[in-house]
């Protein structure tokens, strides 16, 4: 099982920018697709971003296009979520995640095997 620690949330103002990190440990990383979910307070945890294991294709919730960029080096074992244009309503605990399949329309990461514990990002208005 591969572990997961997320890290580069912290407070940034509103239309700034963010990139988080998610660094895997563990031999397994490059077998699985990775994602990016988000759980505002007060409410569920939800979809962000997608990738497949070898970085060949992305997917994201729609709120979040043209705005964020997920990617991930496999050589380094870590996952990225670059953050642009933000806006207070991103405001959210990040929790990096891996998966085994990438389903849905559109599509989602599904089949967690791991989950990071996540790191909070604020934005201001």
């Known amino acids: 099982q591969v572990q997961l620690v997320e890290s580069g949330g912290g407070l940034v103002q509103a239309g700034g920018s963010l990139r988080l990190s998610c660094q895997a440990s563990?031999?397994?990383?490059?077998?699985?697709?990775m994602g990016w979910f988000r759980q505002a307070p007060g409410k569920e945890r939800r979809f962000v971003a997608t990738i497949t294991w070898n970085g060949a294709s992305t997917y994201y919730t729609d709120s979040v296009k043209g705005r964020f960029t997920i990617s991930r080096d496999n050589a380094k074992n870590t996952l990225y979520l670059q953050m642009g244009s933000l806006k207070p309503e991103d405001t959210a605990v990040y929790y990096c995640?891996?998966?085994?399949?990438?389903?849905?329309?559109?599509?989602?990461?599904?089949?967690?095997?791991?989950w990071g514990r996540g790191t909070l990002v604020t934005v201001s208005s």
């Open positions: 563990g031999r397994t990383f490059s077998d699985h697709h």
């Open positions: 995640a891996a998966g085994r399949t990438i389903v849905g329309d559109p599509p989602h990461l599904y089949g967690i095997d791991s």
